[in-house]
């Protein structure tokens, strides 16, 4: 019965560290990234588990145009980490890499994917399977980073928005829409939010919306999933580290 429960805790944390979440136009100057760095502390909360769990997001610039966004929670059951270097591309986070780490009941999972953009080929590796390789478009980037994606289009005014994400596995197209307005409260502040859902098909079991705050140069507030297991919810805490 424990093993069963840390389980599905480890398997819900990494349902919520998944974002987890553009067309082009002029060129931005690297001095003045379309998203600004951060170190945002999130709480993340599933359905059925009777704690909630924190997960730090970190964007910053670690080299000329070289961005690193990073995606990290831990507790007694283990830790997972997720890793992202990109450089920008108009409102495209253009991934080079992707690293996941996910540490607890004594195993180590690993996952890696480099996506060469010279050759237009991504190569994935992962714990126990072959390597894999297969083709991307430019305007790619990857799981990690769709989040700031959706943060600098939304800022720019788009309502519909298509992203090719690359994964361990495949590069895919992703449809983001924004459906509506709420006010959320954050560390006793009331937050208006711009509310966005992923389309996926009609007969879909997984939803997933995802809330952005305007004020805020659109910064990811929460983001709220629901599958077969349940439903499962990221929330910032605070401002702060904006």
Same mark, same amino acid.
């Given at each position: 019965? #424990?093993?069963?429960?840390?389980?599905?805790? !480890? /398997?819900? @944390? %990494?349902?919520?560290?998944?974002? &987890?979440?553009?067309?082009? =136009?002029?060129?931005?100057?690297?001095?003045?990234?379309?998203?600004?760095?951060?170190?945002?502390?999130?709480?993340?909360?599933?359905? #059925?588990?009777?704690?909630?769990?924190?997960? !730090? /997001?970190? @964007? %910053?610039?670690?080299?000329?145009? &070289?961005?690193?966004?990073? =995606?990290?929670?831990?507790?007694?059951?283990?830790?997972?980490?997720?890793?992202?270097?990109?450089?920008?591309?108009?409102?495209?986070?253009?991934?080079?890499?992707?690293?996941?780490?996910?540490?607890? @009941?004594?195993?180590?999972?690993?996952?890696?994917?480099?996506?060469?953009?010279?050759?237009?080929?991504?190569?994935?590796?992962?714990?126990?399977?072959?390597?894999?390789?297969y083709p991307?478009?430019?305007?790619?980037?990857?799981?990690?980073?769709?989040?700031?994606?959706?943060?600098?289009?939304?800022?720019?005014?788009d309502k519909?928005?298509?992203?090719?994400?690359?994964?361990?596995?495949?590069?895919?197209?992703?449809?983001?829409?924004v459906v509506?307005?709420?006010?959320?409260?954050?560390?006793?502040?009331?937050?208006?939010?711009?509310?966005?859902?992923?389309?996926?098909?009609?007969?879909?079991?997984?939803?997933?919306?995802?809330?952005?705050?305007?004020?805020?140069?659109?910064?990811?507030?929460?983001?709220?999933?629901?599958?077969?297991?349940?439903?499962?919810?990221?929330?910032?805490?605070?401002?702060?580290?904006?």
């Amino acid at each position: 019965m #424990g093993s069963l429960y840390r389980h599905r805790v !480890t /398997r819900s @944390l %990494r349902t919520l560290l998944l974002l &987890l979440v553009p067309l082009a =136009v002029a060129p931005v100057a690297a001095a003045q990234p379309p998203v600004t760095p951060f170190t945002l502390d999130y709480r993340l909360k599933s359905e #059925g588990i009777p704690f909630t769990i924190t997960a !730090t /997001r970190t @964007l %910053r610039q670690v080299q000329g145009g &070289l961005w690193k966004m990073e =995606v990290s929670a831990k507790n007694w059951l283990g830790e997972i980490r997720e890793t992202a270097l990109f450089n920008w591309q108009s409102c495209t986070p253009q991934s080079s890499y992707y690293g996941y780490l996910r540490k607890g @009941l004594g195993r180590v999972k690993e996952a890696t994917l480099h996506l060469n953009r010279e050759t237009g080929v991504a190569a994935s590796e992962r714990s126990g399977k072959a390597r894999l390789n297969y083709p991307i478009s430019d305007t790619a980037t990857d799981e990690l980073s769709v989040s700031l994606a959706l943060q600098c289009a939304l800022e720019r005014g788009d309502k519909d928005i298509e992203l090719d994400v690359a994964d361990e596995k495949s590069v895919e197209k992703q449809r983001f829409q924004v459906v509506g307005e709420d006010i959320l409260k954050i560390d006793g502040e009331r937050l208006k939010t711009v509310k966005v859902q992923r389309v996926r098909e009609a007969n879909s079991p997984r939803q997933t919306f995802m809330w952005f705050a305007p004020n805020h140069q659109f910064l990811l507030v929460q983001l709220q999933q629901k599958n077969k297991d349940g439903e499962h919810v990221m929330t910032l805490q605070s401002l702060e580290g904006q």
